[in-house]
């Protein structure tokens, strides 16, 4: 069964210990910079947005790697290979989520893997904001957030057409 | 059903895997123009720098991946095309297809420059041409390189790498003209000769000459300055054009590229385009121009493949795109970069600490985007312009505070949905 990373903005209270998770785990340093999930902070708002990758079923970033460098593994995970990364970075471009980074310490890019199945991130929430989830389990909670939380629907998704032609 | 895919850069690969996918029984053939696997211009300069070998520039990594898929790749030249009869010309021979797509990409332009077919002086687009400018190029050679555009400025940063003693000769006043503006350009410019580096801009070169005295392993390179340098070796790196030069007489029609509709078709029936040779839709226009990128090339491929196979499928338009490591300083530009008619503009620059961002808005949408020192959730200016997300309260927030763009694009795009799969389903541009 897939799992996924579930994120739940209403429940983080900013205090950013899946950046410091996640940089430690994938990098050995608690360097926030280095994290592969980013806690945006919208102070006006007093809201906290955990992000990071979506793990597209068609991947911008895999389909623009001119290296094939980016793959699939069976949990549909998108994984950078760094023995094949040249560090072009047309990834980093070709992602509109902006979901995957160059690392100027490997000279390579970086994206959320899951942990090989066991996010740090998802370990170390306090709140639950984040969690790691069967993705069928969950699909009606998946319906009942979409509704909630957007009254646009997928048209305001990456892949809408662009109104303006 | 015979799919026939003239020219294996990433849009004929693309093309190819993605036939296969929608019918497991059409034979589908992959006609390479080059003697290696398909592979990877844009990895060429990392084969230069020494950090991958050639395999590392191949387009699939997997042995066997063509073969595994019944895609029959040929190493051949089109000489030419009988639209009506169906028939491409391969080195003479008469190959019969239903469907095919061209996909011949481009090729280097030798300016008209008198001694520029030297030996030791060389573009650089090929592992061909990448051998011998190893072999040139060696620690502390004198080496000029001619063009400091896009690839020009690539092809820099793989020469510093090796070592060679580099002097840039540019036509126009900045670097990376048709990328960047005139501050971003500028500070390449300066990062460059901070690094040891000679870049002359405004500067044309007139002649290239064997270097009278010595063993003739040395040319002289003439200025428009006039003044002349030395070189082991020049690399060209003049600007591109696509590779059409077969369809002379073939029905299908050419202006700057081969000219296609909205589906990749071209002006003969079951002949498609796709890639650095095709003349499609930019999407911040909605104009057909050439777009010599690798992830145009990438959707074109799909998209010319998925309408070969029977899915009618739309190209809503490409979006113009690059991104530049020159010598650890990173640079990218979006769209309409140099912004609109009418359109509102935000730039922060600091000349000191090697950081610009500039944004152009057209109405409340974000239509182009520059950014050098940059890289952190780069790919969200993108999603922005592909989107055309209306950036409503947050247009004025941008135009103050243009750094604070990463923000608008996770509150207007992302913020109000959970991720994962709870975030927008996404789908590659279809």
Redesign the interface.
Known sequence: MLK??????GKCTGCKQCEMACSYENEGVFNP?KSRI?V?D?HHEA?F????C???????CQ??C????ITTDAMGVKVVHEN?C?????C???????????N?ST?KVIKCDLCQGNPACADACPTAAITYQD?EQTGYD?MK??AA??GTG?S?????????? | MHHVILGAGPAGVTAAETLRGLDPDARITLVSGEPEPPYSRMAIPYLLEGGIGESGTYLRQQPGHYDRLGIEVMHARAGGLDAASKRLFLNGDALPYDKLLISTGASPVTPPIEGANLPRVHTCWTLADARRIMELADRSAPVVLVGAGFIGSIVLEALYERGCDLTVVEIAPRMVARMMDDVAGGMLKRWCEAKGLRVLTNTRVERIAKSANGSGEELRVSLSDGGTIPAQLVVMAAGVRPNVGFLVGSGVVVEAGIRVDDHLRTTAPDVYAAGDCAQAVDLSTGMHDVLAIQPTAVEHGRIAALNMGGRRTRHRGSLNMNVLDTMGLISSSFGLWQGVQGGASAKIVDEGGWRYLRLEIDGDRLVGAQAVGLTEHVGMLRGLIQTGLRLGAWRDKLLSAPERAAEAYVALAQGMTGHGWTGPRTKTPV
């Open positions: 996924a990373l579930v994120i739940d903005p910079a980013r945006f919208f809201r947005v955990p992000y990071t979506t793990q597209c079923a068609e991947a911008w389909q623009a001119p290296v094939n460098a094949l040249v560090g072009c970075k047309v980093t471009i070709a992602c509109p989520f902006g979901t995957i980074n160059y100027a000279g993705v998946k957030l979409w939380r957007t997928e305001a998704g990456p892949n809408a057409p662009a109104a303006r032609h």
